[in-house]
C-alpha cells in the first residue's frame, strides 16, 4: 500500500511538487585497477564498481534558499555549507539548467564517512536526481551523469548503479550486462575513514620505492567470473591495487580481512581507498553468520551484510 501524501508545510500546500525521498546505494570496486599517474593529478583507472543495498536517503522540499541538514553517519562531522557534496550537486544542476537553486534539502546518511564506500559522491548523486525531480527540470540520466562527472569520479556511476565499468579517471561508465545474480557480503566498517588522496599517495610511494605488489592488469577474469552464477568463482577474480596502501596506513585491517575469512568468507578485499573491508559470502546466511562473528571478534566498529548489484538513485 502506498501511503497518501501529506501536504507537511505552507510551502507544499501552495505547490506543485512535494518531499522528494532519493535513495542512493554505496559503491564497492570488484576490481580496482590503478594507471599511472595523469598530467591533472588523477590516475588513470580500470575500474569495475558494483553497487550494494547499504543506502543513504536525501530528502528535498521546496523552500526560499538551499539548506542542508542531516542525521546519522557523520553528523557534527561533516559539513553543511557549500563544501558539502550535496549543495555542490544542487548547484551544479541549478546552473546547468537555469533555475534558481532553492530546497530544503536533509539527509539520513548509513554510510560511513571517508569509508572508501563513496558515500559522499552517493549523496551527490542523490542530490542531482531529487533536485531534477523537485524543480521538474525533467534531464535524462544521461545528462544528469555529465554534470555528476564534473563532481567526482565516482558520482556518474552512483546514477547509474548496477555493476558497470568505469575508466579514464573512473567516470566514464559503462554497464556490465551480467546474469540477474545477486552478490552476497558482509562490509565491516571501522572505527576511523582514511582519506582518498592519501591513499593513492601512499599507492606512488609504495610504487616509487618499489615495495608495491604487480599491478591487476585487465578485468577481464572479473567480467567472465561475472557471467557465471558461482561466488566461489567470482571470489578468485576480485582485486584491488590500493589494498597495499590501504594496509601499509592502516596495518590492523590485515587483522579484519584475516578474520572475515576465518568466518568462512570467500574472500576479502578493502573496499577503494578503505578502510571498509568487504567480504563475499556463499549465500545470505553464511553472511549473516561472517557478520555475527566479524562482530563478535571486535576487528571492526560495525559489520552489516549487503548484497548487489542494485539500482543507482532513484526517487521513491
Ligand atoms: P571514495 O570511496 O569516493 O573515495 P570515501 O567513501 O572514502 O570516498 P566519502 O565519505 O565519500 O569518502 O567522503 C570523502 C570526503 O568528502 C569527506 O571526508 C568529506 O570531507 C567530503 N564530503 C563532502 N560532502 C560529503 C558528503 N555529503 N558525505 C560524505 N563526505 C562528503
Redesign the pocket.
Known amino acids: 500500500m502506498t501511503e497518501a501524501w501529506r501536504p507537511d508545510d505552507e510551502d507544499e500546500r501552495r505547490g506543485a511538487i512535494g518531499p522528494v525521498k532519493v535513495r542512493v546505494p554505496a559503491?564497492v570496486n570488484l576490481h580496482l585497477g590503478v594507471g599511472p599517474l595523469r598530467r591533472d593529478g588523477y590516475h588513470e583507472l580500470n575500474t569495475v564498481y558494483h553497487a550494494i543495498s547499504i543506502y543513504d536517503e536525501l530528502t528535498a522540499r521546496r523552500g526560499d534558499t538551499l539548506a542542508l541538514t542531516m542525521e546519522g553517519e557523520?553528523t557534527g562531522e561533516?559539513?553543511l555549507d557549500d563544501?558539502?557534496?550535496?549543495i555542490r550537486a544542487a548547484h551544479a544542476l541549478a546552473g546547468y539548467a537555469g533555475v534558481l537553486p532553492h530546497a530544503r534539502l536533509h539527509?539520513r546518511?548509513q554510510?560511513?564517512?571517508?569509508?572508501?564506500?563513496?558515500?559522499?559522491?552517493?549523496?551527490?548523486a542523490a542530490a542531482l536526481v531529487a533536485c531534477d525531480a523537485l524543480w521538474g527540470t525533467g534531464l535524462s540520466r544521461d545528462e544528469l551523469a555529465g554534470i555528476a562527472a564534473d563532481l567526482?569520479?565516482?558520482v556518474p556511476f552512483l546514477i547509474y548503479g548496477g555493476t558497470a565499468l568505469g575508466t579514464g579517471r573512473g567516470e566514464a561508465i559503462s554497464p556490465v550486462l551480467a546474469r540477474p545474480t545477486s552478490w552476497h557480503w558482509v562490509v565491516a566498517i571501522a572505527e576511523v575513514?582514511?582519506?582518498?588522496p592519501t591513499a593513492y599517495r601512499e599507492l606512488d610511494r609504495l610504487r616509487d620505492s618499489g615495495a608495491a605488489g604487480a599491478p591487476l592488469g585487465s578485468t577481464d577474469a572479473l567480467l567472465g567470473a561475472l557471467r557465471q552464477r558461482d561466488p566461489r568463482v567470482l571470489a578468485r577474480t576480485l582485486g584491488n591495487d590500493l589494498q597495499d596502501a590501504a594496509l601499509a596506513m592502516r596495518p590492523a585491517l590485515a587483522a579484519t580481512l584475516k578474520a572475515g575469512e576465518a568466518a568462512g568468507a570467500l574472500t576479502g578485499i578493502v573496499?577503494?581507498?578503505g578502510p571498509t573491508c568487504v567480504f563475499l559470502a556463499a549465500g545470505a546466511a553464511d553472511a549473516e553468520r561472517i557478520a555475527a562473528e566479524l562482530t563478535a571478534a571486535d576487528v571492526c566498529r560495525e559489520a552489516r551484510v549487503a548484497h548487489g548489484p542494485v539500482a543507482g538513485a532513484r526517487v521513491g
Not at 111 to 124: E, M, Q, R
Not at 193 to 196: V, W, Y
Request: no cysteine; net charge neutral.
Open positions: 559503491k557523520g561533516l559539513a563544501t558539502n557534496l550535496v539527509l546518511k554510510i560511513p564517512l571517508a569509508g572508501g564506500l563513496a558515500g559522499g559522491s552517493a549523496d551527490a567526482g569520479s565516482d575513514g582514511l582519506s582518498t573496499s577503494g581507498s
